[in-house]
T-cell receptor, first 113, second 112 residues
């Protein structure tokens, strides 16, 4: 069974640009959550999608947005990038519509220069 | 004050030692508790998942929950260098729409 796949693995962007990250959950999983991880702040919850609907949202500015498609694949978009957006972005999928037994992808490491 | 407190470490112990990792929390509504392990450059992986107070054992790992003290622990017996990683606690309650609240993670180093 394939795991959670995140693309791309690494990304370098310039301040002011926008970026789209992709996450393909484990087959059959309907819940996808996104997290930002930095050394200083640890793991910060961005949002969760369940059956194409945003179910939970963290305390991030509106520059951070996401969506989920009918096949459960999810994308996360960050507009007007800032240096502070440099982080590891992790996606987690879950089968039961809860956050228990969430399976994480390898992450996308975003560097903003 | 954060909802979940976890000492970031690093915690360095010799191989074979018993390791104790801990988290405290402030919200008594939390019902489900998890421990994740994260190796460098990898995503976190679920180690243990518990609901009730008490102990749950899985191989060398034991998760302990004390809801009266709002305190959870992960014990690792016969620690190995391969256990060197960051350990994150996470918890949620159903009425919060299952949103996980995370500790900051403790970096563990097992010295050969």
């Amino acid at each position: 069974k394939a795991g959670v796949t995140q693309t791309p693995r690494y990304l370098i962007k310039t301040r002011g640009q926008q970026v789209t990250l992709s996450c393909s959950p484990i087959s059959g999983h309907r819940s996808v959550s996104w997290y930002q991880q930095t050394p200083g702040q640890g793991l910060q919850f961005l949002f969760e999608y369940f059956s194409e609907t945003q179910r939970n949202k963290g305390n991030f500015p509106g520059r951070f947005s996401g969506r989920q498609f009918s096949n459960s694949r999810s994308e996360m978009n960050v507009s007007t990038l800032e240096l502070g957006d440099s982080a590891l972005y992790l996606c987690a999928s879950s089968s039961r519509g809860t956050n228990t037994e969430a399976f994480f992808g390898q992450g996308t490491r975003l560097t903003v220069v | 004050q954060k909802e979940v407190e976890q000492d970031p470490g690093p915690l360095s112990v010799p191989e074979g030692a018993i390791v104790s990792l801990n988290c405290t929390y402030s919200n008594s509504a939390f019902q489900y508790f998890m421990w994740y392990r994260q190796y460098s450059r990898k995503g976190p992986e679920l180690l243990m998942y518990t609901y009730s107070s008490g102990n749950k054992e899985d191989g060398r790992f034991t998760a302990q929950v004390d809801k009266s003290s709002k305190y959870i622990s992960l014990f690792i017996r016969d620690s190995q260098p391969s256990d060197s990683a960051t350990y994150l606690c996470a918890m949620f309650y159903v009425d919060s729409n299952y949103q996980l609240i995370w500790g900051a993670g403790t970096k563990l180093i097992i010295k050969p």
